[in-house]
């Protein structure tokens, strides 16, 4: 069967594997590939047209124009932080200043007077440090405690003099938890003086080493900010009996819109805090005095039963905020600038200080600062123009002096 197989396969005819493929198509056009892109055939994308807009910000020190807000911020916040960095003291600067750091230390511990068991020889031995500063064993105790807390200061990275206060506590709690350390001062302190109690050594060396680190973080930001010049007013301010009345009337129709809406949003925990606030502590009554009769003797005349009448701690407070916006210069509308107003608020300290006694702990201090910006907001819109108007009639020395609300209500000398 074999032999059979190999002549049938012999006698088939001779056809290579070659001559069965084609490489011509008659039927379909040869496709041809295609040449190489080179830099004539890509597409250029069109260039984008610049569009810039107003500009928003122009450097005062580099003349540097944006008009992107964020990127004028972040510019001046690295002028801020290299002015920062220039007048920021070394080391040996602050070294040099420990005595007066150490002195302002003692005074600070002082202004508060202890009590208890120990509290007399607390005071008493504060006192002896006040009146013997050269005191070898003193200085050998300042120093060591200067050595401490110093360097970390000065040898790490910090932004802003604010972001020092968590490096001080952790320094002082580190401090203080060393046995070794702790004994060496105590050491210091009783040779100083041997009447004093242990007990009452240890509690001063922890409270002087807290307060320490608090006036080297002042004494660094005094350096880095430079002292202010303070803001004279060269005209003595004295309000009427008129102007007082106008005070009193628009400060409480401040605190009547504010409880009107606190009470609109009566599910909400901070407007809850402000309506407690000022029923508690502005309006009058409810133990808060009443003002004189003599400033409220307008409302009163006005009042059909529905006007707020502030207590005398709010009268004082709505007094110092009227004496702040007579010394801001307004724009030719009458009004003024809200960044102007706040910081000239902020830093007169009559003003800022009405406030905290005005309100008491009753809001949280976020609230309270919310509503403080609030309140000044709302007086200075509605009392503030007649102000700015008031000083520009005086100015032109015409016979009247227009004031927000009472010109439409009651205007004066009967126009």
Not at 109 to 118: D, L, R
Not at 168 to 187: A, H, M, P, Q, T
Not at 319 to 339: C, H, M, P, Q, R
Request: hydrophobic share 40%; net charge positive; proline share 4%.
């Amino acid at each position: 069967m074999d032999d059979s197989l190999a002549s049938n396969i012999s006698d088939l005819p001779d056809v290579s594997f070659q001559s069965c493929i084609s490489t011509s198509t008659p039927n379909k056009s040869q496709r041809k590939r295609p040449a190489p892109r080179t830099a004539g055939t890509f597409k250029v994308p069109a260039a984008k047209k610049a569009r810039k807009g107003p500009i928003c910000g122009v450097c005062d020190i580099c003349g540097k124009d944006y008009v992107r807000k964020k990127s004028y911020l972040d510019h001046m916040r690295m002028h801020v932080l290299t002015d920062v960095n220039s007048h920021y003291p070394n080391q040996e600067k602050i070294m040099n200043e420990i005595p007066a750091i150490s002195r302002a230390t003692l005074l600070s511990m002082n202004e508060v007077k202890s009590v208890g068991v120990w509290g007399g020889q607390f005071n008493a031995f504060v006192q002896e440090m006040l009146t013997l500063p050269d005191n070898s064993m003193w200085l050998s105790y300042t120093k060591d405690v200067a050595n401490r807390i110093i360097p970390a200061l000065v040898t790490g990275k910090f932004m802003l003099p604010a972001t020092l206060l968590p490096t001080v506590i952790k320094c002082c709690e580190s401090y203080l938890s060393s046995l070794s350390e702790r004994k060496i001062n105590l050491d210091f302190l009783q040779k100083i003086n041997v009447v004093y109690s242990q007990d009452m050594l240890e509690t001063f060396h922890c409270d002087y080493v807290h307060i320490f680190g608090e006036e080297v973080i002042r004494f660094i930001c005094k350096s880095v900010i430079g002292e202010k010049p303070r803001k004279e007013v060269t005209i003595p301010i004295v309000f009427d009996i008129e102007d007082r009345q106008v005070i009193f009337y628009v400060a409480g129709a401040t605190m009547r819109g504010f409880l009107r809406s606190g009470k609109r949003y009566s599910k909400n925990a901070e407007w809850c805090a402000i309506v407690n606030c000022i029923e508690s502590r502005i309006r009058e009554g409810n133990g808060v005095p009443l003002c004189c009769q003599a400033d409220r003797a307008w409302t009163d005349e006005l009042n059909r039963k529905s006007l707020f009448f502030i207590g005398a701690p709010g009268m004082e407070f709505f007094v110092a905020l009227t004496v702040v916006l007579y010394n801001i210069e307004s724009d030719e509308s009458g009004k003024f600038k809200d960044d102007v107003l706040l910081k000239d608020v902020f830093e007169d300290s009559v003003c800022i200080l009405l406030w905290d006694e005005l309100i008491g702990n009753s809001p949280t201090e976020v609230v309270a600062l919310r509503f403080l910006k609030g309140v000044v907001k709302s007086y200075t819109d509605t009392y503030g123009r007649g102000v700015a108007y008031k000083k520009l009639n005086t100015h032109l020395k015409k016979s009247f002096a227009a004031i927000s609300l009472r010109h439409g209500l009651a205007p004066r000398g009967g126009q």
